[in-house]
């Protein structure tokens, strides 16, 4: 056995096992080691799936030779016997920044944006960064790799974390005792991508998310027709995407809705992402699912929050409370759906957390066969290495794990961390376990000595009698030393010794508080009492977990709402058709439809509602809002139309609710004011606890968002390098996009080669006749202006939003054919503003305009039937015209009039029932269908507030109790989704 030590040490030794022959050699003679290792008698772990029990494992030259029950060894074999220790293939992370140097920050250029690129001969967004590389920026970082090694990792995959694109990663073992010659397993292992911007660059666009997927799918179209031989100048950026697409394509999402957003990117180009997710997947797992992206997943749940006061306790929304409460449970419902993913260490505050996280997933119900395969051969797989690294099969490299057990038990220790064949000790895997109880003999005392915690890690009692005294022991490399206090506090004892493997007596120096020297000696009792394992494990079972909801928040549903068939009956029907208002009248809903309209209806297995003394009506519809959205404005350039709000629809803002609950169905979700021509819009159907793609009208009309005024020429922004800054230079941008869309046009239909632009692919839509312009606008000279650029490319503006001096131009407003949503009554409250009037709706509308009233505001759009109530003061209005402004108005100008705005039969059961007259301050939604389905019930919503108030509180409990065991907290604090208006940035 001692030749057998003596002959590892020599393998130690020598000769790098990865020394080329071609490689000079001027510090001794030269000499290749091919001696052989074998691990014997170990219950070896091949892959997840492939388990040997009493196995042996031999390796040569860093690579593994064979794993079996049975194996010949060579004579020139160092054996080493593994009985009762386990062997895991080592850990393996692909979303890594290891030895990346960290991106410098660009010095910020003032209040004045930059609009250009600061590069040349590169891609013409900064962002775009395909061209770089990690290793252009590597350097082994040796105490970085000693700690990743200790949390059992042995290859990495690491890139530059910066820009939308970020250029190519490199594969990189974990290995301090060779170079990067050895260490570099692929200079190239896959292409990074993400939303967000470089850090390196203050090139303004984009400045929101929708600005990010709209370059992305430029990039792509660029891509395509650079590769073709389009360009007439060179492009490295370009060069180096067409060069790395057919690698591994990785997508840092972070979030749930943004995986979704990511793989449709995919998707519309043939790409298949692998995903950075966020933890939140759990949330919508058949929507990611669907998306048969692998992911890679943190493992960085969220700590309690300390919620031992009351009023800071008010701060944590119930959301937040939940998330800390479920997000353990995401690798298990992952696994539970098939969904492929391995595990990550980014965005973990400390490595060392990696353990007791994923113990606690595996605790919330992740089987261990599926933890390994998340660190081992799923990674290894995502990145088209599975004959190199996350197995033990014959031919891969000799990366592996020793422990003293089950590497998902929490007592079991991390002996060694092979990489490429080249030992690295972590704990000393001879060191005996010295836990249990003695009796302590110091001096002339006796003393109980109680040894307890982790094998690596002893904690120790020493008690006189029932007296408990101060004391500290440290275990290290077969030494214990001890030390304690006596009762009073003032004399220590200090003792050391040898640890014998042969025996479970302690004994050694005694250095007494007098100075003195002498011998202790501490007879085992017992043994480590197993109760204590298991109490110390009980720390990390799972909670309870709560119910998902729909969305998973405060008044989401416990299922999915679902179509119903409904009748209502003897209700007060204000139809915002021809009909009128119809009396004791009944409407029976069906299928989503209006199926029928009359008086003493019947329809069996229908839920039957006395509507006596209510009213129903069409539901309302918001022809210009900013609520469910993660973004507003894209004001990187002063023209946007290549983005879309239908890329940011946010499913769960709780505003979606709110405008349920004061009647809200339909809402065109505008891009904001602040360049020219905006954002294209997406047309809503608030349907709460459904995906941002259901609640997009089917076949929905397309519109866009231009802006007029001081917003656009950035009057309030102090910035003063984007063309326009005039009113005048607004009017001359817009002819020129124009006139150049016709160009592209001309161009794309002469059979030439042509670049596809999506910004110009919009603007040929309006041109057309295919796309419809909703423009923010105030004053009656850039309204005339507009209908002029309008009329002289032949096409229509479809509505001005705000319009507050439209009473001034009503009578052109009629004749180009253009209709209006305006305020009720907001004047004065900007400069612009300074001649609104509260009778402008009525005059427009006597004048032939189709007038709707809108919010703008996420407050106001709740109470939008009082807003409707005000024209019938301010200018005469009776109440089934002031009421079709909210109705059959706002429909109209939107072109889904065929579908929703009234209740005729056959339209969609987009239906509210009030308890009282509509138009007045006292009425209340009582229940809000959209397809026949009920999305808001008054009735319900107080069941929900005292369900919330129920759900906090046990929240807050199992929190406090969280504390209570010592876990870490953090400090309350507020998330509230942000409010947008049109000048948000």
Known sequence: ???????????????????????????????????????????????????????????????????????????NTVIINLEGKYIYPSFIDIYSDFGVEKPKKASNGGRT???????????????IMSEKNALSSFSFDDKKAKELREAGFGVV??????????????????????????????????QYLSFKKSVTSQQSYPTSLMGSMALLRQMYHDMDWYAKGNSTTKDRSLEALIAHKNLVQIFEAKDKGHILRADKIGD??????????????????????????????????????????????????????????????????????????????HDLKETASFKSNLLKAIAYGLPKEKALAALTTVPAQILGKTNQIGSLEKGSLANFLITSGDIFEKETLLYENWVQGQQNIILDKNQKDIRGEYDLVAGENTYKLSISGEINKPKVEVKEGEDKLTAKINFDNQWVELSFNNKEGDKVYRMTAPVDPSTDLLTGRLWLPNGSESTFKATKTAPFDEKEKKADA???????????????????????????????????????????????????????KIAKIGKNLKASGATVVDATGKHLTAGI??????????????????????????????????????NLAGGVTTAQLLHGSANPIGGRSAILKLKWGVSADEMIYSNSPKFIKFALGENVKQSNWNSYSRFPQTRMGVEQMLINYFQRAKEYEAKKKSGQAFRYDEEMEVLVEILNGERFISCHSYVQSEINMLMKVAEKFNFKVNTFTHILEGYKVADKMKEHGVGASTFSDWWAYKYEVND??????????????????????????????QEAAKTVKYGGMTELEAWKMITINPAKLLHIDERVGSIKEGKDADLVLWNDHPLSVYAKAEKTLIDG???????????????????RSQLINLMLKEKGKGAATQEPQKNTDELFHCDSL
């Open 1 to 75: 056995m001692k030749m057998r030590f003596l002959a590892l040490a020599t393998l130690w030794c020598s000769v790098s096992l990865f020394a080329q022959d071609y490689f000079p050699n001027n510090e001794g003679v030269k000499a290749d080691n091919n001696n052989f290792t074998a691990f014997t008698n170990a219950k070896i772990y091949i892959s997840p799936t492939k388990i040997l029990d009493n196995g042996t494992l031999l390796i040569q030259n860093g690579k593994v030779v064979q794993a079996a029950k049975s194996v010949s060894i060579p004579k």
């Open 113 to 127: 944006a930059q609009y250009g690129p600061s590069r040349e001969g590169f891609y013409w967004n900064d962002h």
């Open 538 to 592: 009980s720390n990390d079972d799972s909670s309870e977990v709560l119910a998902l909801t729909y969305p998973n928040l405060g008044y989401g549903y416990k299922s999915k709402a679902q179509q119903e068939t409904i009748l209502f009956k003897n209700a007060t029907v204000w139809t915002s058709e021809d009909a009128g208002i119809l009396e004791a009248t009944d409407v029976l809903v069906k299928n989503g």
């Open 157 to 190: 995959n690491t890139h530059i974390q910066d820009g939308i694109v970020r250029g190519t990663g490199a594969l990189i073992t974990l290995n301090s005792n060779g170079t990067d010659n050895d260490r570099v397993l692929d200079d190239k292992s896959a």
């Open 621 to 658: 519809i918001d022809e210009h809002t900013h609520i469910a959205a993660l973004a507003v404005n894209e004001s990187g350039q002063n023209s946007s139309a290549e983005v879309t709000m239908e890329d940011v629809v946010n499913p769960e803002h709780i505003a979606i609710y709110r």
């Open 933 to 951: 389905t009920v999305y808001f019930d008054l009735e319900k919503d107080k069941q929900q507030r005292e369900a919330i108030k129920a759900e």
């Open 836 to 865: 609104a009037i509260p009778y402008n709706a009525a005059i427009m509308q006597s004048q032939g305009v189709t007038v709707a009233l809108n919010s703008d505001d996420a407050e106001m759009s709740r109470r939008l039937n």
């Open 268 to 345: 519309a180009f043939n790409i298949q992402y692998t995903i950075l997710a966020g933890g939140n997947e759990f949330e919508s797992i058949n929507e990611v699912k669907a998306t048969n992206a692998s992911l890679i997943v943190p493992l960085n749940f969220p700590v309690a929050y300390d919620v031992s006061n009351p009023y800071q306790a008010e701060y944590v929304s119930l959301e937040d409370m939940r998330f800390w409460n479920q997000a353990p449970t995401n690798p298990k419902v992952l696994a539970e759906h098939g969904v492929t993913f391995s595990f990550t260490l």
